[in-house]
């Protein structure tokens, strides 16, 4: 056999033991270097409250950030390689799949395939990110956010300088709905500005919104008692309130009544002692219309002097005669007792 024939027969043998490339490198994929299992500590399994379709798009988006924060604070690169986008996004729906049964992440959130490797003004690197904010801003990301951030107060000063950033620098261009130049700020709070890094949860809950804790049964218990006694309390200021203002009107109600026997009995005792003086006496009776008429209504101008039971009024009857009255106006009854003397 000659040389020739030996080497191409060596070749042969080579080609014919060597590995078939992977399928992913056949078609110019790689394998997903995001770490999706970090998402599973934040569901709660049958607990986890069902959601419409927008709100489960944008937990699953928030998802993708807090992936991508760890793969940040790993790397230190915000994006994975490009020809990584087909793997991630499959072992994002094998996730997806455990989470919610038959949800297509990206047919029903419209999310592309090419957007899970495309960001904000060309900015893959954490040393372009900070090249652009500058070290002062850096700082007080850091200043604002190093802190547990599961309470409302911390997290509210963390995230205020979070849009401080993006709206002084980050306010080019965004390519696709992923990660988008809104949420590069937290995807590196979460990774370096934060000592707790990306999966915790507070920075979870603060800077990715991601929450599906449901409430324990105490603290349902504690909301249904505080509801109970607000009820209770409104209830009872409402009918301490009816009883005070009922008893306010009896009262009222009452002393109108007292007020009135009491007047009927004057009135009716004044009869029947005027009914007895008219038996014996000419006794002349003049209405209280015919009293105040002549008085000019107990005008000031006719008193002409006091005495123990009132002020003494000058008058002028109907017949033109000129007499005093010694009474009191206060005493309204169909027949005044009032003391008429003529002057003249």
Same mark, same amino acid.
């Given at each position: 056999m000659s040389i020739?024939? $030996?080497?191409?027969? $060596?070749?042969?043998?080579? %080609?014919t033991c060597s590995p078939t490339p992977a399928v992913s490198q056949q078609n110019g994929?790689?394998?997903?270097? %995001?770490?999706?299992?970090?998402l599973e500590q934040f569901s709660t399994g049958s607990n986890r409250p069902k959601f419409d379709r927008k709100i489960e798009c944008q937990y699953i988006l928030q998802g993708i950030r807090l992936v991508e924060s760890q793969y940040l604070q790993l790397t230190g690169?915000?994006?994975?390689?490009?020809?990584?986008?087909?793997?991630?996004? *499959?072992?994002?729906? !094998?996730?997806?799949?455990?989470?919610?049964?038959?949800?297509? /992440? =990206?047919?029903?959130?419209?999310?592309?395939t090419s957007w899970i490797s495309q960001g904000c003004m060309n900015i893959t690197t =954490? *040393?372009?990110?900070e090249d652009l904010v500058g070290n002062s801003t850096i700082n007080s990301v850091v200043s604002n956010c190093n802190q547990s951030l599961e309470n409302n107060s911390p997290c509210a000063s963390c995230t205020t300088s979070l849009s401080? $950033?993006?709206a002084t620098y980050l306010t080019g261009q965004s390519i696709g709905n992923v990660s988008d130049c809104t949420s590069y700020p937290s995807i590196y709070a979460a990774a370096f500005a934060n000592p707790y890094g990306p999966t915790d949860k507070g920075n979870a809950k603060c800077l990715f919104q991601l929450d599906f804790s449901a409430p324990s049964p105490g603290k349902k218990k =504690?909301? $249904?008692i505080l509801i109970v006694v607000v009820a209770c309390g409104f209830g009872l200021l409402f009918l301490i309130g009816g009883i005070w203002f009922s008893w306010h009107k009896y009262e009222d109600y009452m002393m109108k009544k007292r007020r009135k026997e009491y007047n009927d009995k004057i009135e009716l005792g004044l009869?029947? *002692?005027?009914?007895? /003086?008219?038996?014996? !006496? !000419?006794?002349?009776?003049f209405t209280f219309e015919e009293i105040s008429k002549a008085t000019k209504n107990f005008s000031r101008d006719n008193i002409i002097g006091r005495g123990g039971y009132g002020n003494v009024y000058k008058g002028t009857l109907a017949d033109g005669s000129e007499v005093a009255l010694k009474g009191s106006r206060t005493v309204r009854l169909p027949v /005044?007792? /009032?003391? %008429? !003397? =003529?002057?003249r």
């Open positions: 020739t024939s $030996l080497s191409l027969l $060596l070749v042969a043998l080579l %080609l994929t790689v394998p997903c270097p %995001l770490n999706f299992t970090i690169s915000f994006l994975p390689p490009p020809n990584a986008s087909e793997s991630c996004w *499959a072992a994002y729906q !094998t996730l997806a799949d455990q989470v919610v049964p038959g949800f297509d /992440i =990206r047919t029903s959130c419209g999310f592309q =954490r *040393a372009q990110f401080s $950033l993006s =504690r909301t $249904l009869g029947s *002692a005027l009914e007895s /003086i008219s038996g014996s !006496t !000419t006794l002349v009776k /005044i007792p /009032i003391l %008429l !003397t =003529r002057l």
